[in-house]
């Protein structure tokens, strides 16, 4: 008979011996990581902050239980740098914390293979974490601390926000929430690319940065609220929809209005909503091309007494009160 895995011999074999082969890790020779009580990081330059995220996917919340464990693998430590990505931060380092029902060898290797293959081109090591069984049937929780660097001041902060910045996005939108509509896994559901590369790009350029984790409208909020004083104009027929989207909306699966709201509320992105003086309008624009990612403007920002969004259409129409009332109530919440 097979003895089962413990949790040692999941540190030992899968952890520590790979890390050892170096299979899989990407390690620093700076770096003491997994296989003491603490990992030891060295010193970062004198003009540089560590900026540090946390992020938690649980079982039946943030994916489906019958999930693709490499996908699975490379979504927990995706939503992380994407934090990182929305701060213009360098990826350095990450701990991951399981709790997990039990220790299957084939199901770990493949979320350990699917998490250090983003680390790797991350470049960001996996330096140490924490195992525990989760009693009875309760969900597999996974959490991520993902820490990295940026120079002192220079972080992308969501209280940048200034009157007359045009407002843009990353990417396409709406096809994670049309997948979790259809019950599917759709694909950038499965495995979110965090724009490392764009938050960087922008650094000197953004004034305002964040994610987009839980929809669109929510995250443009958050920038309005943490900045002040502001209000935002946002056109829906500049919004960028996702292929899969478009697509449906060609098959009558969708109305347009219906695909818009999918891109206004819709969470699990993880594109970049930023913003920028009218004067950056052909650097980001170049940032996009060399990228090859597309860069949308999708509005801009005026002072107000109160923060707020003012969506309306290309000819300048405010959208209808229904729409509005549902996209105040839309975006993913927790609770
Ligand atoms: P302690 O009891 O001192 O917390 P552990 O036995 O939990 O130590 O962990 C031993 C080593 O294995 C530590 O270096 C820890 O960071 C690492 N480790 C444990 N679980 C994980 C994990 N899920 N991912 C990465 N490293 C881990
Ligand atoms: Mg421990």
Aim: charged share 15%; hydrophobic share 45%.
């Amino acid at each position: 008979m097979v003895k089962p895995l413990g949790e040692f011999d999941f540190i030992e074999q899968f952890l520590v011996a790979q890390a050892a082969q170096g299979q899989g890790f990407y390690q620093r020779s700076d770096t003491l990581g997994i296989g003491d009580d603490c990992a030891i990081l060295p010193p970062l330059a004198p003009d540089e902050q560590m900026v540090v995220s946390t992020d938690m996917l649980v079982e039946g919340r943030h994916y489906y239980p019958d999930v693709d464990p490499h996908a699975l693998g490379h979504k927990v430590l995706a939503v992380n740098l994407s934090d990182l990505a929305a701060m213009g931060a360098q990826p350095v380092s990450f701990t991951l914390a399981a709790a997990l029902r039990g220790l299957d060898p084939d199901w770990l290797e493949a979320f350990l293979s699917g998490m250090l293959a983003l680390a790797r081109i991350s470049q960001c090591a996996l330096i140490g974490g924490d195992t525990t069984g989760m009693p009875g049937a309760g969900p597999q929780v996974f959490s991520v601390t993902v820490m990295g660097r940026v120079a002192c001041g220079a972080a992308c902060r969501r209280s940048g926000l200034c009157a007359n910045d045009d407002l843009w996005v990353s990417g396409s939108l709406g096809d994670p929430a049309y997948a979790v509509r259809l019950g599917r896994h759709g694909e950038k559901l499965l495995r979110p690319t965090p724009r490392l590369d764009l938050g960087i790009g922008l650094r000197g350029i953004a004034h305002a940065a964040i994610d987009v984790s839980d929809g669109l409208h929510s995250e443009v909020m958050h920038l309005l609220r943490a900045s002040g004083g502001l209000a935002a104009l946002l056109n829906i027929d500049a919004l960028p929809l996702a292929p899969d989207v478009q697509s449906a909306v060609a098959q009558g699966q969708l109305t347009l209005l219906q695909a818009q709201a999918l891109a206004m509320t819709g969470g699990d992105e993880y594109e970049l909503v930023f913003s920028a003086g009218p004067e950056h309008r052909d650097a980001i624009a170049q940032l996009g091309l060399s990228l090859r990612l597309p860069l949308t403007r999708i509005g801009h920002v005026v002072p107000a007494p109160q923060p707020r969004i003012q969506w309306h259409d290309a000819t300048g129409e405010p959208v209808s009160p229904e729409l509005e009332a549902q996209v105040k109530q839309g975006g993913f919440r927790h609770f």
